[in-house]
């Protein structure tokens, strides 16, 4: 990277559009999924993906960031602890 302000735009605002961008695509991308299986109602392809969004929501959003966060905090706190002079 040329510069610390150049890497901290990388990562810190682009992983964020990337993923907001992918929020907002899901529901059309579950809704072609629901379609293919072939519901016929309008009220059956809602019900579906709004299910399937919410699923997504809760194991992706709330499990695998926290567990992630908790793993990545542990790792570095036992590098701190493992080795508090290397720097």
Known sequence: MKSK???????????????????FLLPYILEAMVKVENVKTLSGIDKSVSIRFLY???????????????IWYVIYIFNIVLYPFIR
């Open 5 to 23: 302000a150049t890497a901290a735009y990388i990562q810190g605002f682009i992983p964020t559009v990337i993923l907001a961008t992918f929020m």
């Open 56 to 70: 997504f929501q809760v194991v992706n959003v709330l499990l695998v960031s926290a567990l992630a966060g908790g």
